[in-house]
Nanobody
Framework: QVQLVESGGGLVQPGGSLRLSCAVSGDMSSINSMSWYRQAPGKEREFVAAVSKSGLATAYADSVKGRFTISRDNGKNTMYVQMNSLKPEDTAIYYC??????????????????????WGQGTQVTVSS
């Protein structure tokens, strides 16, 4: 059994920063790639960023590229996303996900929700003045 638990969400002013964490527990052998997704009210869940098992390869949605940085610490079984220069349109529930996908992290497959079998419950990020 694998559990993912997000933390670090909250209310921040435009231009501010937040760092989200995703703590993983359980059978880590089933986790290769990991990712962050987000879902705003009335919208579909969308890909934000992904990181390979080693942490050396990353991929980002165009909307967050240059502002968000994804990383993972395998020794601590934790994944992070550092979010800078936040905008009101970044407001959403942020979900972390992990799965068996072991292909190229920049591929379309790495952005597909079906590549990730394990999901967290989400953490709310609100960007507002």
């Amino acid at each position: 059994q694998v559990q993912l638990v997000e933390s670090g969400g909250g209310l921040v002013q435009p231009g501010g920063s937040l760092r989200l964490s995703c703590a993983v527990s359980g059978d880590m052998s089933s986790i290769n790639s990991m990712s962050w997704y987000r879902q705003a009210p009335g919208k579909e869940r969308e890909f934000v960023a992904a990181v390979s098992k080693s942490g050396l390869a990353t991929a980002y949605a165009d909307s967050v590229k240059g502002r968000f940085t994804i990383s993972r610490d395998n020794g601590k079984n934790t994944m992070y996303v550092q979010m800078n220069s936040l905008k009101p349109e970044d407001t959403a529930i942020y979900y972390c996900a992990g799965g068996a996908y072991f292909g190229g992290i920049t591929s379309i497959r790495a952005r597909d929700t079906t590549s990730y079998q394990h999901w967290g419950q989400g953490t709310q990020v609100t960007v507002s003045s």
